[in-house]
């Protein structure tokens, strides 16, 4: 059986889990077209977009052209600025508007299965790109739905079951903005003061095609790669003048977390987080961006003298890698391949002195701060548990099935839900990386298992009610003084030992929704479940 027929078998048979699932489960309406390949008469949409995925060449490295797996975008309806190109191989930036309907018609025109996932968006089931709706190739799905997410800059990328790592990295991915009437009161940077930089580390074989394969070891910690892409360009430098700016950026990368500093080494402003503005500007020495995340950023480069230069930067920190600990154990030099290495993101070069520019607010967005008081059950906390079995990452001890959820993990509709995601289990071997570091092999074991987890909930973003770190060593602190804990969040890292309590909004949508580690390649071998929500 060739890997076609077998993903085309695997794929009906999910078609017809979904079908079950969507008639089970009271989607009566939706049961007849529950692969959603018509526009429903009743949506009148403000913004239509056609997306397509398919095999494209772009031009990434000098010489040869490389193959890439690429989302193009075509506006059918709406304002022009709906839909914004880019040179390369990212998917056009959606520009929305909170209130707005938007129909997107997607066509799969790759030789695999694919769906498309509206990461950060509040969307019901059917339009949020579960994988259990993937089509194949020559298929249509339509998207539907009215953007209730407030200002702020999501994405979308490919959810296929277990390819979504190979497919991300073959570049299914693009930007989302939306605005909203808050943010249009503010006066931020706009139009070619408003920068969008999404990070992606990638490998290239010598024909300069990306290269993607899984050693063990990449295999858990994720696949790491060696040459650091922004936007699609390396060594990428953009021609700035001397005001403010404002910088969305979104990291793209399978599994590579960046500690953002400036190459002066001032401190970084932070104007908002994955789900929107923050209620203030917030000040950092340093800031985390693991796999999913987005911050945005205030620069001002007034000061600056014409010609020179300011880089944005991952900066070094300890990377909880086996490879890294072992590494620096036996004296190896740290390469950029490894998790916590430093390296040059993007370069700004100051060409123009200009002198009108936006003062940075006081105030952004209102944030409606949450707390316990307002968790629907305050007995009950939902309990997302990191752990390991057989070297595969898990969650509460179990990993994905398409349609399969818990008792634990059913979900009444509207409520507010307390969430406490545990990196800390001792029985899993969060603890062993410390506590056996007198055995050579419990050295080795410990620091596998002793990872970072960025973990993703799909549906409404949730706001960080505490962090516990589990362990206050060393390492924790070279990261600690990067989390931003305010703010509306999708997706939040988790460190080796860290409990991190999260309140989370269940609101007018029923259905299953995913939650799982945006490590794609931990992602993809299992470490991701679905909520119940009824
Ligand atoms: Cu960004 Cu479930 O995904
Ligand atoms: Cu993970």
Known sequence: M???????????????LGTLATSISGFASTASRNLNQAPNKAFKPDVEIAL??????????????????????????????????????LGPILNLEQGQKV????????????????????????????????ISQGEQYVYEFEVKNPAGTNWYHSHTHEMTARQVYQRLTGLITITDEDERRLDLPSSEFDIPLVIQDRRFTSGNQLHYSL?????????????????GQHN???????????LRILNGSNARIYKLGWSDGSPITAI?????LLEKPETFPCIMLSPAERVELWVDFSGHKTGSELALQTLPYQGFSMGMGRGRRMGMQESVADQGSKDTLVRFTIIEQISDSPKLPDTLAPIRRLTVKDVSNPDKTVPIN???????????????????????????LNTMQRIRISNANPAMGGGMGRGMRGGQGGRIMGMMIALPHPIHLHGQQFQILSRKPGYADSAYATVKEGFINSGWKDTVLVMPGEEVEIIKPFMDYTGLFLYHCHNLEHGDMGMMRNFFVS
């Open 272 to 276: 908002g987080t994955d789900g929107g």
């Open 103 to 134: 129909r997107i018609f997607f066509y799969n025109q790759s030789p695999e299965p694919c769906v498309t996932h509206w990461h950060g968006m509040h969307v019901p089931q059917i339009m949020d790109g579960h994988p259990m709706y993937a």
């Open 2 to 16: 060739t890997n076609i027929d077998f993903n085309r078998r695997r794929f009906l048979q999910y078609a017809a």
């Open 215 to 231: 050693t063990m070891r990449q295999r858990m910690q994720g696949f790491l790669g060696n040459t650091i892409l922004v936007n």
């Open 236 to 246: 990428h430098i953009i021609p700035v003048k001397t005001r403010v700016y404002r």
């Open 386 to 412: 990191i752990g390991m079995h057989r070297m595969t990452f898990n969650l509460n001890g179990r990993i994905f099935e398409m349609l399969d959820y818990t008792e634990q993990e059913k979900i009444p």
């Open 52 to 89: 397509t995925a398919q095999m494209a060449e772009v031009s990434i490295l000098p010489g040869a052209a490389t193959r890439v797996l690429k989302y193009t975008g075509k506006l059918l309806k709406g304002p022009q600025t709906a839909i914004k190109r880019l040179p390369g191989y």
